[in-house]
């Protein structure tokens, strides 16, 4: 295996084990005004109801919480934790890309920094 996919499969493992835990800290419930902002315009698109009249965030991010939430759309906790696998894989392109464009040191650094925003 190359040193370069040890490097992704352990910063996909530690972001991931990161993030996991701080979903699991936080449990199935609101914490945050914009969060539940997203998952009840996430809620809403998966019961047909569109975004609704008064929302006027972006449209984006409740429908990636849609699709990771459809197979359970009221727990908080699970869509938290789907969202953090998804995150942490978010790794790997950026590895790749950012190898090709500047090179070895900058994509790890770049990669080691990554964080999301939940």
Do not use: K
């Amino acid at each position: 295996m190359s040193d370069e996919r040890r490097w992704a499969i352990a910063l996909v493992a530690l972001g991931a084990a990161a993030r996991l835990a701080a979903a699991i800290w936080l449990g199935g419930s609101l914490h945050f005004v914009d969060e539940a902002i997203y998952v009840d315009a996430a809620r809403r698109l998966l019961a047909g109801d569109g975004f609704g009249a008064a929302y006027t965030n972006v449209p984006a991010y409740p429908v990636v919480l849609a699709v990771l939430g459809a197979p359970w759309p009221e727990d908080v906790g699970l869509i938290r934790a789907a969202q953090a696998v998804v995150t942490a894989l978010g790794v790997v392109p950026l590895l790749w890309l950012g190898q090709r464009v500047f090179g070895t040191g900058p994509a790890r650094v770049a990669a080691c920094s990554t964080r999301s925003t939940r």
